[in-house]
């Protein structure tokens, strides 16, 4: 393989041929198995959002006989999952030398671990062969691989420029452009796409200007077995128990977390006028020290850490006992791509509190009937949301009732299948019932399909 140049972003790579999974072949096995590269940047158990989708995917596709090599960034180690057919591949070991130097240069530090991905994902075909790559939009980590012959499929979440929207500088400036390119550039040569919702659908269209022709598919993400499971048996918090608060996120700007934080602090004073007991606010997934940093900037009072907890990055299992003494979820986001928190809130049977400039909150709430919308991403509209409802037992358990009944739909087999048959179209395969699906026999319908 020909080393990576800071003048060669995009060099070539030996094609790589994929099979059809349905055509027999010599062997032991007369219908092998689908195998399929899945590129993420994370993966459990790292608890992040990215992670956490991934994780929904390979399981999902591993319900229905697929094997999956997830290839993922924060770690460079090869390891065996509790699923036979997952394999989590390290590629952060690749990183180095040149690519290393590639990392500081802004607008070449996504080309570095493009081509680190590529690598790993070249020799792991060597090893058995690949029929499909899977990748997220988010870094373009499929960059490198777009010609390599296989099918490609996108998986968007929300655009890289969005999540650094408020870059300050010029070095800033210029990584965003290129990377914002590269995904562009992924979107466009792919095999298919996959959005999370409509809106979202919509957003993706817009954001990459993509033309019409491309086969652009939405399906809702699934959501842990552990969490869907504690839901349901968790008791909702008793009439007289203190307001608790729960926050799934980082504090970014378009997650709202300043306003929330503000909103929390009027909300707390209200209670306390009101002679109320003082509510509570728990915080999942934010890095070490970004609380401190934050409550610094906006100039919010220290006592007011006495009723908030950080638990920092949580796994899953640690969510639902935080989850379980909460009355809602806080989730004001301007922007959400896969809606994770709004899917995990109502799976839990907790009512959301989202904001009406986010289309994913707007849709999810008026489908589901899980949650309330704030008016706008304010402090004031937040705290005054989050009274209300408070205010209102029965129509939080009402929600909780809702998201419940909802997130039935979203298991990883449903998940696996739905994506099984966006893989059949970007291998121009022709559509089948897929085993094991008590839905097989709608999908052809039943996938909502945006022509864009």
Same mark, same amino acid.
């Given at each position: 393989?020909?080393?990576?140049?800071?003048?060669?972003?995009?060099?070539?790579?030996?094609?790589?041929?994929?099979?059809?999974?349905?055509?027999?072949?010599?062997?032991?096995?007369?219908?092998? &198995?689908?195998?399929?590269?899945?590129?993420?940047?994370?993966?459990?158990?790292?608890?992040?959002?990215?992670?956490?989708?991934?994780?929904?995917?390979?399981?999902?596709?591993?319900?229905?006989?697929?094997?999956?090599?997830?290839?993922?960034?924060?770690?460079?180690?090869?390891?065996?999952?509790?699923?036979?057919?997952?394999?989590?591949?390290?590629?952060?070991?690749?990183?180095?030398?040149?690519?290393?130097?590639?990392?500081?240069?802004?607008?070449?530090?996504?080309?570095?671990?493009?081509?680190? !991905?590529?690598?790993? +994902?070249?020799?792991?075909?060597?090893?058995?062969?690949?029929?499909?790559?899977?990748?997220?939009?988010?870094?373009?980590?499929?960059?490198?691989?777009?010609?390599?012959?296989?099918?490609? +499929?996108?998986?968007?979440?929300?655009?890289?420029?969005?999540?650094?929207?408020?870059?300050?500088?010029?070095?800033?400036?210029?990584?965003?452009?290129?990377?914002?390119?590269?995904?562009?550039?992924?979107?466009?040569?792919?095999?298919?796409?996959?959005?999370?919702?409509?809106?979202?659908?919509?957003?993706?269209?817009?954001?990459?200007?993509?033309?019409?022709?491309?086969?652009?598919?939405?399906?809702?993400?699934? +959501?842990?077995?552990?969490?869907?499971?504690?839901?349901?048996?968790?008791?909702?918090?008793?009439?007289?128990?203190?307001?608790?608060?729960?926050?799934?996120?980082?504090?970014? /700007?378009?997650?709202?977390?300043?306003?929330?934080?503000?909103? !929390?602090?009027?909300?707390?004073?209200?209670?306390?006028?009101?002679?109320? &007991?003082?509510? /509570?606010?728990?915080?999942?997934?934010?890095?070490?020290?970004?609380?401190?940093?934050?409550?610094?900037?906006?100039?919010?009072?220290?006592?007011?850490?006495?009723?908030?907890?950080?638990?920092?990055?949580?796994?899953?299992?640690?969510?639902?006992?935080?989850?379980?003494?909460?009355?809602?979820?806080?989730?004001?986001?301007?922007?959400?791509?896969?809606?994770?928190?709004?899917?995990?809130?109502?799976?839990?049977?907790?009512?959301?509190?989202?904001?009406?400039?986010?289309?994913?909150?707007?849709?999810?709430?008026?489908?589901?009937?899980?949650?309330?919308?704030?008016?706008?991403?304010?402090?004031?509209?937040?705290?005054?949301?989050?009274?209300?409802?408070?205010?209102?037992?029965?129509?939080?358990?009402?929600?909780?009732?809702?998201?419940?009944?909802?997130?039935?739909?979203?298991?990883?087999?449903?998940?696996?299948?739905?994506?099984?048959?966006?893989?059949?179209?970007?291998?121009?395969?022709?559509?089948?019932?897929?085993?094991?699906?008590?839905?097989?026999?709608?999908?052809?319908?039943?996938?909502?399909?945006?022509?864009?």
């Amino acid at each position: 393989m020909q080393p990576l140049t800071a003048f060669h972003v995009v060099v070539s790579m030996r094609q790589m041929q994929h099979t059809n999974p349905i055509t027999p072949v010599e062997g032991p096995e007369e219908n092998p &198995p689908l195998e399929v590269a899945l590129l993420t940047w994370e993966y459990p158990p790292i608890p992040t959002a990215k992670g956490r989708v991934a994780c929904e995917v390979a399981h999902g596709l591993a319900r229905h006989g697929v094997n999956v090599r997830v290839f993922t960034m924060d770690r460079d180690d090869v390891v065996r999952t509790d699923h036979e057919r997952i394999e989590v591949i390290g590629c952060a070991g690749r990183i180095t030398g040149l690519r290393r130097l590639m990392r500081k240069i802004p607008g070449l530090e996504f080309a570095a671990t493009a081509a680190a !991905f590529r690598e790993c +994902v070249h020799e792991e075909h060597e090893r058995r062969p690949f029929d499909l790559i899977e990748a997220s939009n988010w870094g373009a980590p499929a960059a490198m691989l777009m010609d390599c012959g296989l099918p490609i +499929v996108i998986r968007n979440s929300a655009p890289h420029g969005i999540d650094e929207a408020d870059a300050s500088t010029l070095g800033q400036r210029i990584s965003n452009r290129i990377v914002s390119g590269m995904e562009a550039r992924c979107n466009h040569s792919a095999d298919a796409i996959i959005s999370n919702s409509r809106s979202h659908a919509n957003a993706i269209r817009n954001w990459y200007d993509i033309t019409p022709g491309l086969i652009h598919m939405v399906t809702p993400l699934s +959501v842990d077995p552990v969490i869907r499971k504690a839901g349901i048996s968790a008791q909702f918090p008793p009439a007289h128990a203190r307001l608790r608060l729960a926050y799934i996120g980082d504090d970014s /700007e378009r997650k709202g977390f300043d306003e929330m934080l503000l909103a !929390f602090q009027k909300v707390s004073e209200q209670l306390r006028d009101q002679g109320e &007991p003082l509510p /509570e606010l728990h915080l999942m997934g934010l890095e070490s020290g970004a609380l401190d940093a934050r409550v610094s900037q906006l100039g919010v009072s220290t006592s007011l850490l006495e009723q908030v907890f950080d638990y920092g990055r949580v796994t899953d299992e640690s969510m639902t006992h935080i989850l379980a003494r909460c009355q809602a979820v806080l989730a004001p986001s301007r922007y959400q791509s896969f809606g994770s928190v709004y899917h995990e809130a109502a799976a839990f049977g907790r009512p959301l509190i989202a904001c009406a400039e986010d289309p994913a909150a707007v849709e999810h709430i008026h489908r589901h009937g899980c949650g309330r919308l704030a008016e706008a991403c304010t402090p004031d509209a937040i705290a005054e949301t989050v009274l209300n409802l408070f205010n209102d037992r029965h129509t939080m358990l009402e929600m909780r009732k809702a998201g419940l009944e909802a997130a039935k739909s979203w298991t990883r087999e449903e998940l696996g299948a739905r994506t099984l048959q966006i893989y059949r179209r970007a291998m121009r395969l022709e559509a089948i019932d897929i085993p094991g699906s008590q839905h097989s026999r709608g999908y052809h319908g039943a996938l909502e399909q945006v022509r864009i």
